[in-house]
């Protein structure tokens, strides 16, 4: 049995280092091959994702880094200010902030005339003559809405738009889904219309003083043309054709993205989107830099997906990236010993920002499943157990390399109603009342193999789904380290993100371990990953709660202030008392650029926005 076991150990390791040896080697070669071919002077950003793209049709997106992409190649009405703290919202598409009406139920807002589309097959004859420039209108963004509202596209962005109550379209919804029909995009909604060429006017049943947030992310909401999505049909994900500053040039599926300066982009100066606060040193620096810059300031932008930590880390340090988003945190002490920059680092010239970010990072248990689901006080009482024989803090010790801080709920820092001071169960390790709670409700051993049992006989077995990367082996690690000590059996069902994002969405997933970034300073998608009516969607934990969803929809109607605040945080108890998720840390970011880049900085909502706001000194990098 030992030899067997030692065997496979051995087997396990070959396999693995093999794997992580050719991944470092096609890294390497592959970037230094397209370095090679670089044109002279051109200006060319590389950097990694860590989670392969699954597409870039707005109304489809469900993941961070596909939105990242999308960002720089569609455009939304408004967007934020790259450099302003705290963040403002900016004219993007549209002429001027919107003319609010009727106590924040009607926002109209004229576009800016003369935005081209990217060159695209889809704006020419059939026979692919006559092609013409295509402007965009008001009803592209009439159109762009309404796919959100289509049940055939299943689009992740519903929720929200949803919960705004834009007049009319939720009917348009529930006729399409009824046998045999399809989504009516010529029928005319008062929630959404197009009063003229240049101006589209939105309604809402119901007063939303945030609403402009929604109209702030491309990766959701940016224009797309009607030919174009019927021309590609089920193929749309892959013929993103947008009005935004860059175009998808060269397309490696869950390998490599190379994304070009789009030609049709008007002229907009740096410091249109760019506006510092007067003491912010470094931003006014970076403004009196680039004032009357055109952006974009690069020819390309190069994205690689690399999985492992790694030979993504390995890669910057070569030089074959020139942003390294993200550190790993396993490399965090070699790198930023003492929160500093190495030494090491420091001779080469690479410059460090550091800051937390507006995410936490979460467990979801599945409310539907017969072992960890249920509302009956024994299942609450297993999921309470199961959080509290957990230790966030050595998440933050080993795996995270203190490169967090415990979460108490589901509220992200920078987040409005995100309070320091607001402390819950949620972050307390208490093994000891673990104990006594699986005791008291019947989670005992009752065959003698050591595990407990559920209080009918059958075993407890946990089942989490996981990524196949290093870091999450990491945290499973001590996942399994706290379950083990209150005996209690777990496993690990490992897949790619995209697979059990698709599992989760279906219920299918017991327990899945994952991130939620904020997009904008609304705390409405943090509190409404337990809204009931997004079960399966934002909600993948298919919590209901018919008092939470109440005073959820009460707080959406609420000005900002101290009754919103208290609103708030009484949401975040009831999470915390019925524990759908367990929510364990919010990530403290570092990121690292090369001495030949400039004007980097992390937005605090909108990841991806550098592209067209970062400077490449090609004599420089060329000499690397």
């Not at 690690?477 to 706290?482: G, R, T």
Request: aromatic share 12%; charged share 25%.
């Amino acid at each position: 049995m030992w030899l067997f076991l030692l065997v496979l150990v051995f087997v396990t390791m070959k396999t693995f280092f093999l794997r992580w040896v050719g991944a470092l080697a096609l890294v390497l070669a592959g970037l230094n091959g397209a370095h090679a071919q670089d044109k002279a002077g051109e200006k060319v950003l590389r950097y990694a994702f860590e989670i392969a793209e699954t597409g870039f049709d707005p109304a489809q997106i469900s993941d961070l880094y596909s939105r990242i992409a999308a960002r720089n190649m569609f455009e939304s009405l408004y967007d934020f200010d790259y450099l302003a703290r705290p963040v403002e919202v900016i004219p993007r598409t549209a002429e001027a902030l919107p003319v609010i009406t009727d106590n924040f139920r009607t926002f109209t807002i004229k576009i800016k005339k003369g935005i081209l589309f990217v060159d695209d097959a889809a704006f020419c004859d059939k026979d692919g003559a006559n092609c013409k420039k295509r402007e965009l209108t008001a009803q592209d963004f009439v159109y762009s809405y309404k796919r959100h509202y289509d049940p055939k596209i299943n689009s992740y962005a519903y929720d929200s738009l949803r919960e705004s109550n834009l007049i009319g379209l939720d009917a348009l919804r529930k006729a399409a889904e009824k046998p045999g029909e399809k989504f009516d995009y010529d029928k005319e909604a008062d929630g959404v219309r197009a009063l003229d060429r240049y101006t589209i006017q939105f309604k809402l049943a119901e007063s939303r003083p945030r609403f402009i947030y929604l109209l702030c992310d491309p990766s959701l909401v940016g224009a797309v043309a009607r030919e174009v999505v019927e021309k590609y049909g089920d193929k749309i994900m892959e013929h993103p054709v947008g009005t935004g500053p860059f175009k998808l040039h060269e397309w490696t599926r869950s390998s490599k993205m190379v994304f070009t300066r789009n030609p049709n982009y008007r002229e907009v100066k740096y410091e249109e989107g760019a506006h510092p606060a007067t003491d912010d040193a470094a931003g006014q620096a970076l403004l009196s830099k680039f004032k009357g810059r055109r952006i974009p300031m690069i020819d390309r932008v190069e994205v690689s997906i690399i999985e492992e930590n790694q030979p993504r880390w390995l890669s910057f340090l070569s030089a074959d990236q020139d942003l390294l988003e993200r550190l790993p945190a396993a490399f965090s002490n070699q790198a930023i010993p003492n929160n500093k920059l190495a030494p090491f680092l420091v001779k080469k010239g690479i410059a460090m920002q550091r800051s937390p970010t507006a995410d936490v990072t979460v467990t979801y248990f599945n409310m539907e499943d017969p072992t960890v689901g249920g509302y009956k006080p024994a299942n609450v009482a297993l999921r309470r157990a199961i959080a509290l024989a957990y230790n966030s803090e050595e998440e933050i010790r080993r795996p995270r390399r203190n490169q967090a801080i415990p979460a108490q709920g589901p509220i992200q820092p920078g987040v409005y109603g995100y309070d320091k001071a607001f402390k819950t169960e949620m972050s307390d390790y208490n093994p000891a009342r673990a104990t006594a709670l699986l005791d008291m409700f019947g989670y005992t051993d009752k065959d003698g193999d050591g595990w407990r049992d559920m209080p009918d006989g059958t075993p407890l077995v946990l089942q989490m789904a996981t990524s196949p990367d290093q870091a999450s082996r990491e945290i499973n690690e001590v996942w399994k380290k706290y379950m083990n000590a209150v005996n209690i059996k777990i496993e690990f069902k490992t897949a790619k993100w995209p697979e059990q994002l698709k599992a989760a969405r279906a219920g299918k997933l017991m327990m899945w371990k994952l991130g939620y970034s904020a997009s904008d300073p609304d705390p409405k998608d943090a509190v409404g990953l337990a809204y009931g009516p997004s079960k399966g969607e934002g909600n993948l934990a298919r919590y209901q709660n018919a008092a939470f969803d109440k005073l959820y929809m009460q707080q959406l109607l609420m000005p900002d202030g101290p009754e919103r605040k208290a609103a708030l945080q009484d949401l975040v108890k009831i999470m915390v008392a019925d524990m759908p998720y367990k929510f364990s840390t919010h990530r403290i970011l570092t990121d690292m650029t090369q001495p030949w880049v400039t004007g980097y900085l992390r937005h605090p909502f909108d990841n991806g926005i550098f592209w067209r706001y970062v400077d490449i000194d090609p004599t420089k990098s060329s000499k690397k």
